[in-house]
Structures are given as structure tokens and as C-alpha cells.
């Protein structure tokens, strides 16, 4: 069992999920932290009766101190608030921000050299915000929305195709949100090109089906939002950190002029491995794709913009 500690901050639907993954995968022992400590510990403790019946010998416990944090090798960032009725896009902003900068603070003085991996939303922003405010080297703050979402095409393109999932490849880049960029050129179900198996107007549907996946499980559920998906996505990557695996995942990662974009977060493919980001190898792009990855950017940008004016008001 390797020594691996993982903290988990926001013990709600993603962040519990998450660490139950965690645990049941035997990748860490993990810390939960929320502000409401006993849930923190409630649900540690939920999980730790599990231990005998699966068997997977790490500890969980929750906390809302961030002492009991310190040393740990990443931390996943999952606290924030839902857009409750009545709130503007900017109004989430300036609650999450707050958040995540009193999150990463504290989180970063206890781990200094931990991988920083966030989820709140909206996601590119709050990831640029963290990286900015912990003053950390990028490589070691990087956002969990790319991996769930090219889940959900690949999903889609399966059910499509007739193909199982295990044989579908498909990536999604750009923002987190309605402008993020499935790529059904790159996309292959049971090692054919897309384009051979379905038309044009049904790659569409899958593309728009994928785009809303988030939403139309919202819709269904009536309160909250999915949690299995992207928590499982958020242990594939803990575990491609911890295990040092330096395989290529879409991560939110801070870009230094690939694509022609600079100074902000974004989905791309990335290597990962135990120093967190370890590259960002350019893919090719028509210039189609790279124009909605710049449409996509724009929007983030605008996030980041709506966030310094925010501080300044
Ligand atoms: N410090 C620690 N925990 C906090 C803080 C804080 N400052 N503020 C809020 N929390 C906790 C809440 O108490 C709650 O337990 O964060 C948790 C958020 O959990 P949920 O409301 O269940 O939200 P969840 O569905 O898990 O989504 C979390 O991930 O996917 C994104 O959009 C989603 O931004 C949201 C985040």
C-alpha cells in the first residue's frame, strides 16, 4: 500500500463520492474537509464502516481543520456553493471565488508541495484564481472538467454506434461549460473514424447531447448536480498524480502560448504524473476546432475580467 495522502475539501455530493472512490481504489488515505465538520466526519466515518466488508485498509476522516491536511500529496477543491435561484453567473463567481481563495490558502500553507486539483465551478475561472492566489508554480495546480466531459461523449458515441465504451476514444477541450469543444474528428468507436459510422446531423446531436449532458442530469435530478461521473473522473486523475503515470488526460491547465493562448486556464490534453502538470504537447486542430477553442477562451476571460472587476468594486 503505497503512503499516499489525498485531502478532500468540500464533503458534498462530488467531494464524499470522490473519497469513497479513493478509498475503495486503495489510492490514498484521505482527508475530508468542510466547513460543517460533523458532516466532514459523519461521512468519514460512514465509509470507514465499509473498510471490513471491502477490505480497502485506508483510513478516511473528516475534519475542518486544516492541520489534520498537512503533508498530503494532492488536494481536490470541491467546496463551493450551487447557482441557487435568482443568481447571476457573476453572483457565483464572487461567492466561489471567495471560497476558493480561503480554500487554497489555508489548503497550500498546510501542503506546500502538494498537486492542487479543482472542481467548484465555474470551473477554468476558479482553477486561474487558485493558481493566482497561492502564488504555487502552475505545473502544480491543474482542474478536473475535461476528463468527465470527454466521459460523456464517449458515453453518447457509444450508444450511438452500437460500440462498447471500452472501444469508443473522445476528447472534449475548451472551457467547462456550453462552449467546450468535442472533437468527433479525433473521435473513434471500435478503431473506426466517426464520420464513417454515423451522418454529420447525427455527430451533431451527439456533440449538443454532450455539450448539455451536465444539465440534463440537473433537469432530471431537480436539486443538485451529478456527482458519480465527475467524481470518478476526479480519482482517475488523483490516481494518474499519485501513481505518477504520466499518461495524457484533458485537464484544465494553465496555457503559455500553445494554441495561440496565453495567460489562462483552459482544457487540453496535458501529461500528468507525480510533479503534477509534467507537459502540454500541442495537438493539431483545424482551423475550425482552433477557432471554438478560442471562442471558448474568450468566454473564461471574460470570467476572469468579471472576477478582477468584482476586487476592485
Ligand atoms: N470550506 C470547506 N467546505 C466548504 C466551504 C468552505 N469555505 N464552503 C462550502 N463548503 C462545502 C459545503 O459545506 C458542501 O458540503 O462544500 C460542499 C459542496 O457540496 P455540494 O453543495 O454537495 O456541491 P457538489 O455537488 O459536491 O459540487 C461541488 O463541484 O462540480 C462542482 O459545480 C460543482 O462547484 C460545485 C462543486
Not at 441557487?84 to 457565483?92: H, Q, S, V
Not at 470551473?123 to 466521459?151: E, I, N, P, Q
Not at 472533437?183 to 451533431?204: F, N, Q, V
Amino acid at each position: 500500500m503505497p503512503d499516499v495522502k489525498v485531502t478532500v475539501v468540500g464533503a458534498g455530493q462530488v467531494g464524499a463520492t470522490a473519497a469513497f472512490v479513493l478509498a475503495l481504489h486503495k489510492t490514498a488515505d484521505v482527508v475530508l474537509v468542510d466547513i460543517d465538520e460533523s458532516v466532514a466526519q459523519g461521512k468519514a466515518l460512514d465509509m470507514m464502516h465499509a473498510r471490513s466488508v471491502e477490505r480497502f485498509g485506508v483510513t478516511l476522516i473528516g475534519s475542518a481543520d486544516y492541520h489534520a491536511t498537512s503533508g498530503s500529496d494532492v488536494v481536490v477543491i470541491t467546496a463551493g456553493l450551487p447557482r441557487k435561484p435568482g443568481m447571476t453567473r457573476e453572483d457565483l463567481l464572487r461567492v466561489n471565488g471567495e471560497i476558493m481563495r480561503s480554500v487554497i490558502t489555508q489548503a497550500a500553507a498546510a501542503s506546500p508541495e502538494a498537486v492542487f486539483m479543482c472542481v467548484t465551478n465555474p470551473l477554468d475561472v476558479m482553477t486561474y484564481l487558485a493558481w493566482k492566489v497561492s502564488g504555487l508554480d502552475a505545473s502544480h495546480v491543474l482542474g478536473m472538467g475535461g476528463v468527465l466531459d470527454s466521459a460523456r461523449f464517449a458515453y453518447f458515441i457509444s450508444q450511438a454506434t452500437g460500440t462498447p465504451v471500452e472501444e469508443v476514444d473522445a476528447l472534449v477541450i475548451g472551457a467547462h461549460g456550453d462552449t467546450m469543444v468535442p472533437l468527433p474528428r479525433l473521435a473513434k468507436a471500435g478503431g473506426r473514424p466517426l464520420a464513417e459510422l454515423l451522418s454529420p446531423e447525427r455527430i451533431e446531436e451527439v456533440v449538443q447531447r454532450t455539450v448539455f449532458g451536465g444539465a440534463e442530469v440537473v433537469r432530471l435530478l431537480k436539486t443538485g448536480s451529478a456527482f458519480y461521473a465527475p467524481a470518478v473522473a476526479v480519482a482517475s486523475m488523483v490516481r494518474a498524480v499519485v501513481d505518477d503515470a504520466r499518461a495524457a488526460m484533458p485537464s484544465c491547465v494553465l496555457l503559455t502560448g500553445q494554441y495561440g493562448l496565453s495567460d489562462l486556464y483552459l482544457t487540453v490534453p496535458a501529461v500528468l504524473g507525480r510533479q503534477g502538470v509534467v507537459d502540454v504537447p500541442e495537438i493539431d486542430l483545424t482551423d475550425q476546432e482552433l477557432h471554438a477553442l478560442h471562442a471558448s477562451a474568450a468566454g473564461v476571460r471574460e470570467g476572469i475580467h468579471a472576477l478582477e472587476r468584482g476586487d476592485r468594486g
